[in-house]
């Protein structure tokens, strides 16, 4: 399997691995194979400005702020976070629209516009037990801006928080869906736990799909998530953005991200708010071993 991997090529190499799993079960799998654009580092640093990219700096439209920390207002005991008002929120990621091509034919994302991801693990910045969860922002400028500049770092943010940049290349790249999104009335919990052998066949999709023998980090838009605690999403969320942790690879272009212990960010989106276009209504979390 190599090149434009086509999806009845998943689904044949599926439905080998899944000979023993009961048909409804199956053919729910296969029906929610989705496509994404993998996100794969280039090599040479972050690019020309207004490309897609992980880390580094943004290319932002003038007059648009670095994005800061806003506090909990409203929220219990939310004065103990009142001196880090005003913290810069780490940069991630920049999406050019126009650079992604349609997925297996189909055009989910508008296609134009730019998608900027900003986003702060409240306990790994600050050391305090986040009770209030984790701070992000997502900014969508559309149509595509004509006029950018390259913002620097600001000087409060860590030398730590200041991640490599590294322009991308998105590839397509077919994802299996999560055990728990496939369950319904029909389809219980306990003849999905009795089949998770079917997942484990996921290494071998990745490994044989056109990426190379260094296929980390999985930085993605769209698809499935690559989900590390949880067993699925909440019902009606997609996957807009996830983010890699890639601190510990060697043989990659690095942002020396880190997200707990070799963790993800994902940012999701509900699917009527994806299919509108309203993409800044997008949310995040983190999830780690």
């Known amino acids: 399997m190599s090149g434009n991997v086509k999806r009845q090529e998943v689904v044949e190499l599926s439905r080998g691995w899944g000979q023993d799993v009961p048909a409804p079960l199956l053919d729910r799998f296969c029906d929610r194979i989705a496509p994404s654009h993998r996100l794969v580092p280039r090599r040479g640093g972050a690019g020309s400005l207004g490309v897609s990219r992980i880390g580094g700096q943004p290319d932002l439209p003038a007059?648009?702020?670095?994005?800061?920390?806003?506090?909990?207002?409203?929220?219990p005991r939310a004065e103990q976070w009142e001196r880090f008002v005003g913290f810069p929120l780490p940069f991630l990621a920049q999406v050019k629209l126009d650079e992604l091509p349609a997925l297996d034919g189909d055009r989910i994302l508008p296609g134009s516009g730019m998608l900027y991801f900003f986003y702060l693990d409240a306990t790994e910045t600050f050391g305090l037990y986040a009770e209030h969860g984790e701070v992000f922002h997502v900014l969508y400028v559309t149509p595509t801006p004509t006029t950018l500049s390259r913002v620097p770092f600001p000087g409060e943010l860590p030398e730590r928080l200041r991640f490599d940049g590294h322009a991308v290349e998105p590839r397509l790249e077919w994802t299996l869906p999560s055990p728990y999104d496939l369950i319904d009335e029909a389809l219980g919990v306990e003849m999905v736990e009795a089949h998770l052998d079917l997942w484990d066949h996921g290494e071998e999709l990745l490994q044989r799909q056109a990426l190379g023998p260094h296929y980390h980090p999985r930085h993605r838009v769209l698809g499935n998530p690559d989900l590390i605690q949880t067993f699925g999403l909440d019902r009606g969320a997609?996957?807009?953005?996830?983010?890699?942790?890639?601190?510990?690879?060697?043989?990659?272009?690095r942002t020396r991200m880190s997200w707990g212990d070799g963790g993800r960010i994902y940012f999701l989106i509900d699917e009527p708010d994806l299919l509108a276009g309203q993409l800044q209504r997008a949310w995040a979390y983190f999830e780690c071993s």
């Open 238 to 253: 997609r996957l807009l953005l996830q983010v890699d942790s890639d601190s510990s690879l060697s043989d990659y272009p």
């Open 63 to 75: 007059g648009t702020a670095w994005p800061v920390f806003r506090g909990f207002p409203g929220k």
